[in-house]
């Protein structure tokens, strides 16, 4: 069975819209896994734009609570900023079962490129072997390039998660390159089994591209967020208008 992990990211977005805390992330990552998720990520940046340090916090003591995995994502490079503590710091903090380093920089709206390990690769040895140290997996967020996933399995990774932005795009805008490109992510998966690394997948997946995208070799993880969250809003909005409805009217 392929593990779904729910990415919170947009509902914290939408919290930090307004004081307080609502909606509450805790809450809502409760109800993802009383839906049946397997477990819940979150990547947590320095400016805080959506996950907080605190929402690391309650979600780890929710996760552990319930023994699913967490999976907490980032830039190990970034500085640490205001009560953001750093990523290491902040994973080592609150063990999750799964950290995956993303080579984003403060000013990207989203994740859009995998490491280049001939550039961070010396830089990040030291940094997977504090995280496995302390008895935490580690995913490096990958392009399917070959040469890099060796590369991956040389610094130390556990497992690899392949940026599928581009498959989702090609699969949206029916491109003719999507055949080219399946088979891209296909052989990179292969390639990262044959040197012992588990094979993640995220960025873009929805209910459209993903019934595809499933049949990956070797596939044991996928994080969503973004289009879960959009489904959320069609298809439960038929429901929140009628419980709107009904209050106005006192039932």
Partial sequence: MIALSVNLNKIALIRNSREGNYPDVVAHGRTCLDAGADGITVHPRPDQRHIRPDDVRGLAKLCQSRAVEFNVEGNPFADAMGSYPGLLPLVL????????LVPDSNDQLTSDHGFDLGRDGERLEPIIRSLKDAGIRVSLFMDPDLDQITRAREVGADRIE??????????????????RIFATHCAAAEHALTLGLGVNAGHDLNLINLPRYRTLPGLQEVSIGHALTVDAISMGLSNAVNAYVNCLAGK
């Fill in 162 to 179: 392949l940026y599928t932005g581009p498959y989702a795009e090609a699969v949206t805008q029916q491109s003719p390159d999507i055949e």
């Fill in 93 to 100: 903090e609150t063990q999750p079962q799964q950290c995956t």
